[in-house]
């Protein structure tokens, strides 16, 4: 059951109920106008990836500021996107089971819809739902460039699977999926940009082949936040799928650029509001936010404009923070924010994202597909 919001329209940022979700939202209509403007100016195209704010209101800011649509990883996600008006979705994943591949099926009678897949077997499972719904589903093999998670290997084997896929009846061939996961967190500029190197040579040598045996890859898909600049870069690229770039999270911004400092392309956008709950010790404060308000996967969070502070550690309802000098401890009451590590699985702790401009709420967006699993 969805908790009502921890504010209203109008609110005093100080008014705000804690922990809560809140993003500023002159800093992430700023990024979105960035990363619109760079994938324009270029000539490849925006699709979004809405697994990380799950927000229909923020996939139509995207959408509004020139991408394409979005992804979604799960069919839940684009079902709760289509329900909300988003019309052009790719689910960037594979999808698998008959109940799951029927609720795909259905959602392409509603909008436009593509999936991914990497096996034969699945890519005739996915034949046979469209078949059952008198519908044509567009499909994308999927290639492990480098991830080693799901995909095809690059060539022939990725070849042979569109051959399977553009030879079935209730199926379109769309092209190719190729996101590098890993090389989005190498810490250092090259790091990332040699993983996309290698990764664009295999994907270049599989686009060649399909070509020659006339199979077109309308979408040639990929990219994430840390690596977008070298994939579009490297002209094989056609469609970017970043995701973090709206919020970046605190992982992100440990990435470093050219010069070896930080990367600064994109703001912090989200945070988490906290409350001092007890001041035990002259350095030691413990708010009220712990791992049921935001995830430790990609480490602990960052707080943010307040120096000399260090979290310490996280529990269910409580994050530990020390300071330095006594001096510097906010005190009982207080209001912090803290960066999340990892904004996703974040964002998936919370009913509502909380709306800043200004000092004031200016709007309740719901998480739309707050725990979409299936």
Known sequence: MSQCPAARIGDRLDEIDTPALVVDLDVLEANIRRMSAFAAERGVRLRPHAKTHKCSAIARLQIEAGAVGICCQKVGEAEAMADAGITDILVSNEV???RKLDRLAALSKRVRVAVCADHPGNVDDIDAAAARWDTVLTVLVEIDVGGGRCGTQPGEEALTLARR??????????????????AQHKRTHDERRAAIEVAGRDLRRTLDMLEAEGLSSDIVGGAGTGSYAFETASGVWNELQVGSYVFMDHDYALNQGADGGPVQDFGHSLTIKTTVMSAP?????????????????????????CPGGEVLKASDEHTTIRFARPGDRPALGEALHLIPGH????VNLHDWIVGVRGGRVECLWPVDARGALF
Not at 165 to 182: C, D, E, K, S, T
Not at 343 to 346: G, L
Request: charged residues 15%; proline residues 10%; hydrophobic residues 40%.
């Open 281 to 305: 010790a002259p350095d030691r404060i413990i708010t009220d936010a712990g791992l049921k308000a935001y995830t430790t996967d990609c480490g602990l969070p960052a707080l943010m404009g």
């Open 343 to 346: 904004c996703d699985p974040t």
């Open 165 to 182: 896929i553009a030879a079935a009846p209730n199926l379109r061939f769309g092209g190719v999926q190729a996101y590098h996961g890993p």
């Open 96 to 98: 698998v089971g008959r």
